[in-house]
């Protein structure tokens, strides 16, 4: 048995790292996806400012980086009106769940967890703390807490969000309904982005390469760049292809699919008897022409003194009365004293 969503509408929750600068990964596999969403669930999209500090953040980067994230959220079409924009570290519930959901996670669960071997194995082994290591129990009460029947999630997310779903079950079968169970929401189009110097490793916002990814706020001759620079292979048909040696290839003509909503019978008839050079140039156009609305609307929100801490005020004050109740429901069930209860 499980908790339900205690609303008749559904709900849904995301949020993206304010670490680095966001790339069209983040967008076709994100953002766009969200501003979908957001006339159909009743959404939560949060700036995960706690999971950024898993690894070392120049402190004024990730302040300014927070800011940034959140009027990208804006410009790519979340509105605040429809959706809940807040920052993590504003409501003081997501590290206290936290805590608790982590006495109930057996360390057999943690190991499994791809993500952390593969980060961990990047750096050397006095220098990855902790957190690098419970980040996917803070990744559950982030969903927990809000009761979200959905999570948009990349493919390399699933593990973490079936973790939280283990939790969900583990807790409710000791504790009653507390919880509700969220499900994985895959987009079709554009959920896994590569990079662009790198096809067969996912596009990410962390990389050096100045050739890696395309950034939102890229001027248009800096992505058209970056594009006509992506690595293909050595063969010349145009086709979709999940063949190793064809991945640049199909990195190309999956971001020209989720910017333009084409299916792939018909991008494939439109590449015919093209070459490569056409093909990057086309996407190269797509792309340019799809971020200049974004980049237009962030140079408006980011222009408005003051309009993004309001928002993200007014959000964080409507996500707390939600988190908080769940948070104490817990704390009850678990067997914590309330505040006013020490005063009788």
């Not at 670490?19 to 700036?47: P, R």
């Amino acid at each position: 048995m499980t908790a339900s969503n205690p609303t008749k509408t559904p709900r849904v929750l995301s949020g993206i790292q304010p670490s680095g600068h966001l790339t069209i990964g983040n967008y076709l596999g994100a953002l766009k996806q969200w501003v979908k969403v957001q006339d159909e669930y009743e959404s939560f999209f949060c700036v995960v400012d706690l999971h950024a500090i898993t690894v070392q953040q120049d402190p004024t980067a990730l302040c300014e980086g927070t800011r940034e994230v959140a009027a990208i959220y804006l410009a790519c079409g979340i509105d605040p009106q429809k959706s809940t924009v807040f920052v993590q570290s504003h409501v003081p519930a997501h590290a206290e769940l936290s805590w608790i959901l982590g006495c109930f996670t057996p360390l057999g669960w943690l190991n499994r967890m791809t993500q952390f071997k593969d980060k961990s194995a990047k750096q050397q082994t006095d220098s990855v703390g902790s957190g690098l290591y419970t980040y996917p129990v803070l990744m559950a009460a982030d969903i927990l807490l809000y009761h979200a029947d959905a999570v948009p999630v990349g493919d390399d997310q699933r593990q973490h969000l079936e973790l939280t779903r283990d939790l969900v079950q583990r807790f409710n079968a000791q504790y009653g309904d507390t919880f509700t169970l969220p499900a994985a929401m895959i987009p079709q189009a554009g959920a896994r982005v590569m990079g662009l110097d790198n096809p067969n490793a996912k596009m990410s916002k962390s990389e050096d390469s100045e050739y890696h990814a395309v950034y939102l706020l890229d001027p248009p001759d800096k992505a058209r760049k970056k594009i006509m620079r992506a690595v293909t292979d050595s063969g010349k048909d145009i086709r979709f292809s999940e063949e190793p040696e064809r991945a640049g290839v199909n990195n190309l003509l999956t971001i020209y699919q989720a910017f333009t909503d084409k299916s792939r019978e018909t991008i494939e008839q439109e590449f015919d008897g093209k070459g490569y050079g056409d093909l990057k140039k086309t996407v190269a156009e797509a792309v340019v022409e799809g971020l200049k609305p974004i980049q237009a609307r962030y140079q408006k929100i980011t222009g408005e003194g003051g309009y993004i801490d309001q928002i993200l005020g007014e959000g964080a004050a409507r996500a707390e009365a939600i988190a908080n109740k769940t948070l104490q429901d817990v704390k009850d069930r678990v067997g914590f004293l309330r505040r006013s209860d020490a005063r009788k």
